[in-house]
Each structure stands twice: as structure tokens, then as C-alpha cells.
């Protein structure tokens, strides 16, 4: 989750992108904006044994705080409305925390769902337009001190948080 700073850096790159390119667009509400990490499940009701498992992953997780550069704005295309997202390179502690949070849900038991296409990114907007890749003037930086489990219910405009876990300090 954004620290507030970066929220606001975030939301001033949403609203110009809906200015100037996306006068349509369908905006994420703020409390919405996350950089998404691993994907737990995509069906409308996650049964509770894998809620369970990835709570018992994020418990799991031995991983140090770090510094997330965004720097362009992409568009992944969707099956209804595409999303518009801030994109960059999440760096090598990102793809760790990404595969350790694999490997913890293989080992138990739950769908490893490491994707080696992770793109690390946050959406910004949603659209049936595609915006084509934009170079930011000056990226945005997100501190990652924490990571947060979210249950994205279908329809709504927020998060259900089932967890949070602290990345330790560097030291």
C-alpha cells in the first residue's frame, strides 16, 4: 500500500491521465490504489482454505523492506474495460517476495501461482481505450515497509484487508 506521499503522487498521475488522455476513464478510488504482488485466486468466493494458506504464507515470510521505482504508464488489456497502470521495475526484492510467497502456498498445499510474466504495477484507471506506453517526467517511488493480503469483491469499489505483515528493516 502506498504511503501517502506516493498516494498522492499517484492520484495527481490519475487525474491528469483522465484529463488528458482518458476523459472517460473509470478512476480507482484511492483507498484502492496497491501495487499488486501475487494473485491468491480469481474466482468471486476464494474457499477459506486458501485464505487460510496465504495467511499462514504472509506469517511465513522472511523478506527485507525496498524501494519500488515506477516510471511509465502501460495499459494491460483486458477482457471488458483494460487497465491503465503505473508500471516500472520492481527489482530483484520484489520478484523475491513474489516467489517466496509461491513457494509458501506450494508448501501448503495451495496453488503456487508464480507468474513469470509478474509485471509490478499499480492501476491507475479503467477504460476500453488503451493509452500506448508513457514515459513519466519523474517516477514515482514507493517505500515497501509492509505487504498486504486483499480480497478484491467483485462489484465493489474497495478491499476486504484479511492481513497485513511487516518486511524488516535492512540493518
Known amino acids: 500500500m502506498p504511503d501517502p506521499q506516493s498516494l498522492d503522487e499517484c492520484v495527481s498521475i490519475q487525474q491528469w491521465l483522465q ?3 482518458l476523459p472517460l476513464a473509470s478512476p480507482r478510488p484511492p483507498a484502492a ?3 499488486s504482488l501475487y494473485c491468491v485466486g480469481k474466482s468471486a468466493r476464494i474457499p477459506e482454505g486458501v485464505i487460510a494458506a ?3 504464507a504472509g506469517t511465513a515470510i522472511e523478506a527485507c523492506q525496498f ?3 515506477f516510471d511509465h504508464i502501460i495499459t494491460f488489456l483486458l477482457p471488458q474495460d483494460n487497465a491503465i497502470v503505473l508500471a516500472g521495475n520492481g527489482g530483484r526484492e520484489l520478484w523475491q517476495l ?3 510467497i509461491a513457494i509458501e502456498m506450494h508448501r501448503l498445499g495451495a496453488d503456487a501461482n508464480l507468474n513469470p510474466n509478474f509485471q509490478p504495477h499499480t492501476t491507475l484507471l479503467y477504460d476500453k481505450d488503451v493509452v500506448p506506453r508513457i514515459a513519466l517526467r ?3 517511488v514507493l517505500a515497501a515497509r509492509e505487504f498486504v ?3 478484491n469483491r467483485r462489484g465493489q469499489a474497495d478491499y476486504e484487508e484479511l492481513g497485513r505483515w511487516p518486511l524488516h528493516a535492512r540493518g
Do not use: D, I
Open 33 to 35: 490504489v496497491h501495487v
Open 149 to 151: 493480503l486483499l480480497h
Open 54 to 56: 496465504a495467511r499462514q
Open 98 to 100: 513474489h516467489v517466496q
Open 67 to 69: 524501494e519500488l521505482v
Open 19 to 21: 484529463r488528458e488522455h
Open 138 to 140: 519523474r517516477p514515482v
